[in-house]
């Protein structure tokens, strides 16, 4: 299997699984919590590769996002 083919399946499961956590600690719908991620730096960062963070826990990462830009996205 191509890299890339590998590297995108993995961020596609990584992004699932923030949304899933998002969901799940925010008691939000995953539409809710898909709008949330979506818009937000960190899932711009995830997507161009930025800084090796897509490499983090997903956990970690759901963290990052709710500790530092949940107050700040529109919803």
Do not use: F, H, W
Request: glycine share 4%; hydrophobic share 35%.
């Amino acid at each position: 299997m191509d890299e890339d083919i590998l590297e995108r399946n993995y961020q596609e499961r990584l992004e699932e699984r923030i949304i899933k956590d998002l969901s799940e600690s925010l008691n939000i719908s995953k539409e809710n919590a898909m709008d949330i991620y979506y818009n937000s730096a960190l899932a711009d960062k995830i997507a161009k590769g930025r800084y090796g963070i897509q490499y983090l826990d997903y956990k970690v990462l759901s963290r990052i996002l709710r500790e530092t830009e949940i107050g700040q996205l529109p919803c």
